[in-house]
Each structure stands twice: as structure tokens, then as C-alpha cells.
């Protein structure tokens, strides 16, 4: 799995799920009939779990997944002509989509293949906290070359994500984000709506002069720090890394002058994002991956906010339902057709396909169905019924300037 | 000459394209730059000459940049075009006036090479030397133009180039090929009307882009070939060859030794070989050899760069005519914040020979204190520069 594109991935589900669809035919007709007329498998959290510690030696327990993770620099192509220099897991925007069943032991061997720092945060799942990958706090900064070995166990089920937690504004903006969908043979979404087909969506906002301008500057930085970390001459004063506030407060009080003020900060905006790229799994409209889906079916969509920005997302011609949020189901599922979704966060829907058509899918902050500035573009994608294309040729145009 | 650039510009915009052919307005990339370089200077002595001991407040190589630049129509080739104007304020006894423009050209570049024309810097010298201002050693480290008898020192420094540079391999290699055309002065100093091209130059060296300076020994290693065609001279050849090296001491970005090294020959006009120094302009159509050497020290604790020395030697040697001179640099300059130094320079200078008479003085001792204040900022930055490590090292995408 961790060597698969995105969109080999993408591309299995479909297959699979085009059978699946084919096979249910006139019962998934009737389905259809029955809109509003499902039972909410009523879900219990578990007892609090307790939160197992990996054990430090290798061969102390049998793991049951194993995943090989590497941070390398990759030339992406969002759109034609627009390719930005990205850093990346494994080669991929977003990274590879790891799937796993709750209570498995899991390990990723994360390998930094880069110039730069990194850790992986694994964001919304319970880990131990050494494996949390917040650098500084839980863990020592993966160093260039250097590999980190992720032990956990896969707990809670849902839609959770994984992103890089070192310069998070840049490196997790950047492109190193992927999702790790924990599976359970519980789940009430998979027992309530029996959906065929699960997708993915990772939504990501991209500024890319700041990616820029700002991997040249860390680049720049970091090739003089490498020379200084062999030669034991990186100190934490270069770094801007303290022991304790005391130390820092020490540093200050010797001269020491903190990158933040206006005299140490020479960079033109810092941190001051502004995107002008949108894109739904390392693509803008009009080259994002349609949603596909067949009269009768049901498919389910999960959305992880990947990016900077909330989004606003709405579905033409359909009310679809909202299950989970972070993750978690729901205690009822709600019907509605424009859902918001903040950074870090997680949502799943599931989208019935009882109104044959081509649907647009878009965020409506509608500022972000752009291409640098042009619209339409960014974050739109469709839902396209399966059967319309293949009886008809695909219908829609693509429109890149109105 | 004067003004012909901007004269070509006027006529390039206002040959114009038909109302209904322009594209919507795509604004430029605009970056302003510059510095002021203000400095006292005081004579402390000097002998066997017109003896003056003075203070000067120096306000020379202050400068202002403004380049404005735009990415050329097509998907992935990345060229890009733009044009530079920049004027600089000259000594005060260069007769150059109140402002002298050192630049007014027209680049156009992509990833293995740049097209200029227009006025800029000759660059002719494989390597520049740390010291306050840049003719501190124009007797020694340049190919002098041999065109002139005006006291400017701009006309050694600036002229009318067509260049092209290519670069291979991250930018590591370079050649360039440049047609030059230089300031022609009377005798009295007055600049002349000569359009044409009376320096031709190549050059081809190894070298570290700016955004890897600290990742190698070699920071530049280059020779270059230079040939003026002096026609009031029976439509002679000069020429000069130059080479240079720029290592890296130490590697450390904290505490960084750098040590320059350039010599350079020309072996003078046959018509001069026995003349003797009386003008200006025959300190470069004589045969002469010049070395010059400096040794700099860049401190930059948790890499921000405070404090600075160099200590340059300079000679050259006319053997001909039985003259030489030598000239000691020594600067120590300290960071203020960012992009604002104090700084220090004392030079002595030794002149021997039929020199003396023609530079009137024999030996100076000066000093100079400086204040500077050096900025660049730029507007719309929508695309990557040519020399940035991701652009060198990690695919080309402007
Ligand atoms: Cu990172």
C-alpha cells in the first residue's frame, strides 16, 4: 500500500466498487425508494481503552502492518504548467493512504530523504505519546537520513490523518499529509448505509510563492546547519531550541536575539499564508478526480481538511448525510447538502445516488474555486453517475475562465 | 553615448504594438535595491606631492536599483525578461556630474543562460575584491579601459555590453561572451560619441551559486580573455588574460576564512613598448603584470553576519618602463542590524618609477570611516529566480 499512488488507489476502489454496483442492480433501485428510511445502528464508545506502550525492543511483539514512509522532494503538478516543489511522502500528494483494522499493530519506518527536519504527527489516533511526533516536545526532529520508527496501535476507528508536525504551517501545508483510515467490522456506517464504494478526499490549500520562497530560505539554512551538526558545532542558540524557559529567558538576557523580533526577522511575510492554489488530493479543477457513483448506489466520501482554511463544502442535486466528525460517528446522522469542515478536522458523508446527472461538488467560499485568482478551478470536483457516461460520452466541458 | 540605451528604450515603446494586440496588464516583479555608502576620508599623509591634508565626506557608490521582470508566455519554459535602471552618485572630481546611471539594459534569461544588453557593469575581472567601494583597486584588479584619460573611474567599471552567459550543471559552470562598448574620451577627458564595440571578452569559469556558498572549497575558479581594438594606435590588438581563485578556508558558515587570488597579464601595445608614462590611458596600453591578493574573515554567530575583515595586497609592475605600485587594503566592518554596517578602511599606496610624476605622489596613507546602509525589497515576487537551490537542485521551475 505505502508504494501505491493515490490514484492507483483511487482507481482500485472504483473498480471494485463498479462490480459491487453492477452486482446490487435492482436492489439497489429499491434502496434507493427507501431515502430517510434507514436505522442508525446505535453506537457505544467502548470502555476507555488503554492506550498500549509500544515495547522498545523490535521482536517483543508481532506487528501486523508494516509501512516504509519516506520524505523526499518532488516537482508536483497541480495543474498543467503549475508545478511546485514540494515536500512529500513517498513521491505523493497527498501520501500514501494507509489502511488498517482497529486494534492492529502498526509500524511505519519514516525516513527523512530531505535536507530539512521532520517528524509524523498521527493526528486523532491514540498512540503512546513517544509516537506522537511533535518535535521538541515527544520526540527528537527526524535529522537528514536519519529513519524513526512509528510503533502504535490502531485506535479509535474512522477517517484520521497524518501529517508532518516540524514548521507545521510550511511542511504540513506543504504537501506531507496523507489519511490513515482505521477500518472495524463495528462500524455503523458500514452497517447502516452498506455503502459500496469509499473515497477519500484530502482538501489542501497551497500559497506557492511562501512554499517557495520559503523551502529556498530553510534549504539555504539547513545546508549550513548540516556542516555545523557534523562538526558539533550546532548549537541550540542557532537553532532557536532551549532546554527550559529558563534557558531561553538567559539567552535573551546575554543578547541573544530571538527570531522573532522585527531586527532578527528578515523574511518578507513570515508565516503570512495567503493561498492561491486549492486543490482535493494534489489536484485543482479541472484536474481533480470525479466522484463516481451509479443510480441506486450508495457511496461513502471521506473529507480531511488537510489545509489552512475552512471549507464550505456543497453538493448540487442531493441531500447527503453527515456520519462522523474527527473520526468518530456521529450519535445521528443529519441530512443536509453544505457541510463546513475546519483545519485538522474530519468528516464523512454518505451520498445516495437517486438523482442521475453530473453534480457539482465544491467548496462555496467560493474564492476558493480559483486558480491562482481565475475562476472556476481549485476545489470542485464532480459526482458523476456511471451509467450517463458510459450510455452517453461524458457530457461536461471544461471551463477554466469566466 | 549619452542616453543612447534609454533613447533605444523610448523608441522600443514607442514603436509600440497596435491598440487591440496588447494583453492585459500583467504587472512586472519589482525589486528596489540599493544602498548609501556615505564615508569620511582623511589623507593622513603623503609624500612628494601636491600635499593636502583633508576631511571628505564621501558619499560616492551610494546607489539606487529598480529592476522590474515578468515570465515570458509558454507553460513550462520558465524564461524570463526584465530591465534594470540604476544610478549611482561619482566621485566628485569624476566630472561625471551631479549622477551617473550605472545601469539601464535589458535582461532576458531562462535555466542554462541569460541575454543582456545595455548599460551595466563590465565586469571584466574574474573576481571582486572585498573593500568599501568598488574602484578601491581598479588599478589592479581590472582590465582597464584603455579608451580614456578622464579621471572617472566609472569608464573602467561600466560600459555597454551585449553578454551572454551560459551555465551548466547546477549552475556550477559558466561561460560568457560579451561585446562591449566602452566610454571614448578626448584627451582632455571629454567623452566622445563611439558607438562601436571596442572590447570583446570570454570568459569561462567553475563556481558556487550564492545559496551554496558555504558547500564547497572552490567558490570560484575562472580565467577570462580580454582584447580591445585601439585604432588610434595603428589599429592595434591589446590584450589581457586574467585568472582568479576564490577558496573557501574553512567551510564553516559561523566562522568563515576566505582567501582571494588574481593575477592577470597584458602584454601592452607594440607602439608603446618604449613609451613612457605621460597620460592616464597608457597605464593600460603598456605591457604590465598584476597580482592581487586577500585574505577575509566573516564571522556570523547563530548565522547572522556581524563582523567582517579583510586584509587585500595589490601590485602591478610595468617592467618596460621601470615602474610599479602596490597598494594595501585593510577593512573592518561591523553589522549593526541587518543590512547596516560601521565600518573602518585604511589603505596606503606606493607608487615608484615614472609613476610618480604622472599620479603626482609617491606614497599615501588613508583612512576612511564609513557608515552604510544596504536594502532590497521586492513587490509581486510571483516567480523563482534562477539560482535558488530549488531551482538548481531540485528541477526547474521557475
Ligand atoms: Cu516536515
Redesign the interface.
Known amino acids: 500500500m505505502a508504494g501505491k499512488t493515490h490514484r492507483e488507489e483511487t482507481a482500485r476502489v472504483s473498480r471494485r466498487g463498479f462490480l459491487q454496483s453492477a452486482a446490487l442492480g435492482a436492489a439497489g433501485m429499491l434502496l434507493a425508494g427507501k431515502l430517510g428510511a434507514y436505522e442508525w445502528k446505535t453506537f457505544e464508545w467502548r470502555e476507555k481503552e488503554e492506550i498500549p506502550i509500544p515495547p522498545k525492543e523490535d521482536d517483543a511483539i508481532t506487528y501486523d502492518r508494516e509501512f516504509n514512509i519516506e520524505v523526499v522532494t518532488t516537482l508536483h503538478e497541480l495543474l498543467p504548467g503549475v508545478r511546485l516543489h514540494m515536500l512529500t511522502f513517498n513521491g505523493q500528494v497527498p501520501g500514501p493512504e494507509i489502511r488498517v483494522k482497529e486494534g492492529e499493530w502498526v509500524k511505519v519506518n519514516f525516513t527523512n530523504k530531505t535536507e530539512l527536519l521532520h517528524t509524523i504527527h498521527w493526528h486523532g489516533v491514540d498512540v503512546y505519546y513517544e509516537h506522537d511526533g511533535v518535535p521538541y516536545v515527544t520526540q527528537k526532529p527526524v535529522m537528514p537520513g536519519q529513519t524513526f520508527v512509528y510503533k502504535f496501535r490502531a485506535y479509535p476507528a474512522g477517517t484520521r490523518w497524518y501529517h508532518c508536525h516540524f514548521a507545521t504551517p510550511f511542511h504540513m501545508a506543504h504537501a506531507m499529509h496523507g489519511a490513515i483510515i482505521i477500518e472495524s467490522d463495528d462500524d455503523p456506517i458500514k452497517k447502516t448505509f452498506q455503502y459500496s464504494r469509499d473515497y477519500t478526499l484530502v482538501l489542501e490549500t497551497f500559497d506557492s510563492f511562501f512554499l517557495r520562497d520559503e523551502f529556498n530560505r530553510m534549504l539555504e539554512r539547513m545546508k549550513q546547519r548540516i556542516w555545523l551538526m557534523k562538526h558539533g558545532k550546532l548549537d541550540g542558540r542557532t537553532l532557536a531550541v532551549f532546554k527550559n524557559v529558563q534557558e531561553f529567558l538567559k539567552a535573551v538576557e546575554e543578547g541573544w536575539i530571538p527570531p522573532y523580533l522585527p531586527e532578527r526577522n528578515q523574511s518578507r511575510e513570515g508565516a503570512d499564508l495567503n493561498p492561491n492554489f486549492f486543490a482535493i488530493n494534489g489536484k485543482s479543477y479541472p484536474m481533480t478526480d470525479p466522484l463516481l457513483i451509479r443510480q441506486g448506489e450508495t457511496i461513502r466520501v471521506r473529507l480531511i481538511n488537510a489545509g489552512e482554511l475552512i471549507h464550505s463544502l456543497h453538493l448540487h442535486g442531493h441531500q447527503f448525510w453527515w456520519v462522523a466528525v474527527d473520526g468518530n460517528p456521529l450519535p445521528q446522522p443529519i441530512k443536509m447538502n453544505t457541510l463546513d469542515i475546519a483545519p485538522g478536522q474530519t468528516k464523512d458523508i454518505v451520498i445516495e445516488g437517486y438523482n442521475p446527472g453530473y453534480w457539482t461538488f465544491h467548496d462555496h467560499i467560493t474564492t476558493r474555486v480559483t486558480n491562482n485568482g481565475i475562476y472556476p478551478g481549485g476545489m470542485l470536483t464532480l459526482l458523476v453517475y456511471e451509467e450517463m457516461a458510459e450510455r452517453d460520452g461524458f457530457k461536461p466541458m471544461v471551463s477554466l475562465d469566466q | 553615448m549619452k542616453g543612447r540605451m534609454l533613447m533605444m528604450l523610448t523608441m522600443l515603446g514607442g514603436l509600440g504594438l497596435p491598440a487591440g494586440m496588447q494583453a492585459q496588464e500583467v504587472r512586472p516583479r519589482i525589486t528596489l535595491g540599493g544602498r548609501g555608502l556615505v564615508s569620511l576620508n582623511t589623507e593622513l599623509a603623503r609624500w612628494r606631492g601636491n600635499q593636502e591634508t583633508e576631511l571628505v565626506n564621501d558619499f560616492s557608490d551610494t546607489d539606487l536599483l529598480l529592476r522590474l521582470d515578468r515570465k515570458l508566455y509558454g507553460?513550462?519554459r520558465g524564461q524570463v525578461m526584465g530591465t534594470v535602471l540604476g544610478f549611482t552618485f561619482p566621485d566628485a572630481d569624476s566630472r561625471l556630474g551631479q549622477i551617473y546611471f550605472d545601469q539601464a539594459h535589458v535582461f532576458w534569461w531562462s535555466q542554462g543562460w541569460e541575454f543582456l544588453l545595455g548599460r551595466t557593469r563590465l565586469e571584466n575581472f574574474v573576481l571582486e575584491f572585498p573593500t568599501l567601494r568598488d574602484d578601491d583597486l581598479v588599478d589592479y584588479a581590472y582590465v582597464l579601459n584603455a579608451f580614456t584619460d578622464a579621471p572617472a573611474t566609472e569608464y573602467h567599471l561600466y560600459g555597454n555590453v551585449a553578454r551572454m552567459t551560459f551555465f551548466q550543471r547546477q549552475a556550477r559552470w559558466m561561460e560568457r561572451i560579451q561585446l562591449s562598448n566602452l566610454a571614448v574620451t578626448d584627451s582632455a577627458g571629454n567623452l566622445m560619441d563611439r558607438f562601436g564595440v571596442q572590447m570583446a571578452s570570454v570568459e569561462i569559469a567553475y563556481r558556487l551559486p550564492e545559496?551554496?556558498r558555504?558547500?564547497g572549497r572552490i567558490r570560484k575558479a575562472g580565467i577570462r580573455y580580454d582584447v580591445q581594438r585601439v585604432d588610434d594606435a595603428g589599429d592595434a590588438l591589446l590584450h589581457a588574460i586574467t585568472a582568479g581563485l576564490d577558496l573557501n578556508l574553512t567551510?564553516?558558515?559561523?566562522a568563515n576564512w576566505e582567501l582571494r587570488l588574481q593575477g592577470s597579464y597584458t602584454p601592452g601595445l607594440d607602439a608603446y613598448r618604449s613609451a613612457t608614462l605621460q597620460q592616464r590611458r597608457d597605464l593600460s596600453r603598456v605591457r604590465s603584470f598584476a597580482g592581487v591578493v586577500s585574505l577575509s574573515f566573516l564571522r556570523s554567530?547563530?548565522?547572522?553576519p556581524r563582523l567582517f575583515f579583510a586584509l587585500t595586497g595589490a601590485y602591478r609592475v610595468y617592467p618596460d618602463q621601470n615602474a610599479s605600485r602596490a597598494k594595501a587594503v585593510a577593512g573592518l566592518f561591523y553589522q549593526v542590524?541587518?543590512g547596516m554596517d560601521v565600518g573602518l578602511q585604511y589603505e596606503y599606496e606606493q607608487v615608484s618609477g615614472g609613476l610618480q610624476g604622472l599620479l603626482g605622489f609617491e606614497q599615501s596613507h588613508s583612512l576612511k570611516l564609513l557608515l552604510a546602509f544596504e536594502y532590497e525589497?521586492?513587490f509581486n515576487?510571483?516567480f523563482?529566480d534562477r539560482e535558488?537551490?530549488?531551482n538548481l537542485e531540485?528541477?526547474y521551475?521557475p
Open positions: 507553460v513550462n545559496p551554496v558555504f558547500t567551510l564553516d558558515p559561523l554567530p547563530y548565522q547572522v542590524g541587518a525589497t521586492m515576487d510571483y523563482m535558488t537551490i530549488l531540485h528541477g521551475a
